[in-house]
């Protein structure tokens, strides 16, 4: 393709002229010829570039062949002072160049040029992808439900994400993908019930669900403690009878009955000593009564509709 003729008016041509000519100057306005003999005494050339096609470039005659441009800009950033990084500078000059042959549209950089050299601005100056980052972030019209940004590990990648998207917006239309997508940013997705997305579980929920249930059944231990001042002993009778016993539950309570100072007070403790007694002396007691605490309900339920508690030894019918 020959060089085309510059054109005074056009506004994506000036720019990468003025730019063209800035860092020129920076380099302290080398001639046209030396310039041509320092493309020309690189190993890296790609265009070969003359005194005659230098000075074209520079001033803004012809419009220049990417080669051209980038051969120039290597050469006048390495001589600036202080030097400039040369990858920096070609970066920079590729959109500039790119827009005076694809319009508006080339002057954006391509996704992985945006994963490479940042969404720019670095000068103050608003670049076409700072803007375009404000506008398409959902920050600016929605609250983004907070169980949505918990640590995980994505179940497929972004490639593949992006993939599904296109296909979606081809059969049901951009429109109707963006409100959903924001739809479900706001907290509505498949799985909110449960406090995660499909196919992940909420660590923080499922602890606080745990100390829920673990409350509720410290409770209701009480309260049977009270009416059943021998409960402990028929459990722990129960308990060692119960061949059912998930294994790894009773090798924690063998062994924390190996701590006799800890199975002393588990021994005499009773609902009035009961704040007294440690947090181990509480789990353990729990696991002497409570064979099995199960979530059947939603959180905000009351707790004896949210948790069903299997006894180690029934609840009498007068409790």
């Known amino acids: 393709m020959s060089d085309a003729t510059l054109s005074p008016s056009a506004g994506p041509q000036q720019e990468l002229v003025k730019a063209l000519q800035e860092l020129h100057r920076a380099a302290g306005l080398l001639s046209f010829r030396k310039v041509s003999e320092q493309i020309g005494n690189r190993d890296d050339l790609l265009s070969a570039a003359s005194h005659e096609t230098v000075r074209s470039a520079l001033k803004g005659i012809r419009m220049p062949r990417w080669e051209t441009v980038r051969d120039i800009v290597v050469v006048l950033a390495g001589l600036c002072s202080p030097p400039r990084d040369e990858e920096a500078e070609t970066a920079r000059f590729l959109p500039l160049w790119r827009a005076t042959r694809e319009g508006e549209s080339g002057a954006m950089k391509s996704f992985q040029e945006l ?40 179940l497929i990648s972004e490639d593949d994400w992006v993939q599904l998207m296109q296909i979606e917006i081809e059969e049901r239309g951009a429109e109707h993908v963006l409100r959903v997508l924001l739809h479900m940013l706001k907290g509505d997705y498949v799985g909110a019930e449960r406090g995660a997305p499909y196919g992940y579980h909420n660590a923080d929920r499922e602890a606080m669900e745990a100390y829920a249930a673990f409350r509720y059944g410290c409770q209701e231990i009480l309260r049977r403690l009270r009416a059943e001042p021998n409960l402990l002993a028929e459990s722990i009778r129960a308990m060692r009878a119960d061949e059912t016993m998930d294994r790894d539950d009773r090798a924690e309570l063998l062994e924390s009955e190996s701590d006799p100072s800890l199975l002393r007070e588990v021994m005499i403790v009773t609902p009035d000593t009961w704040d007294e007694a440690s947090e181990e002396a509480h789990h353990m007691v729990f ?33």
């Open 287 to 319: 696991g002497y009564l409570i064979k099995q605490i199960s979530p059947v309900g939603r959180a905000g339920l009351p707790d004896e509709e949210r948790f069903r508690i299997t006894w180690r030894v029934p609840v009498p019918a007068a409790v």
């Open 115 to 154: 994963l490479n050299g940042g969404w720019g601005g670095e000068d103050g100056k608003w670049t076409p992808e700072l803007v375009m980052g404000a506008m398409l972030n959902p920050f600016n019209a929605i609250r983004i439900h907070p169980s949505l940004a918990a640590p995980h590990e994505p």
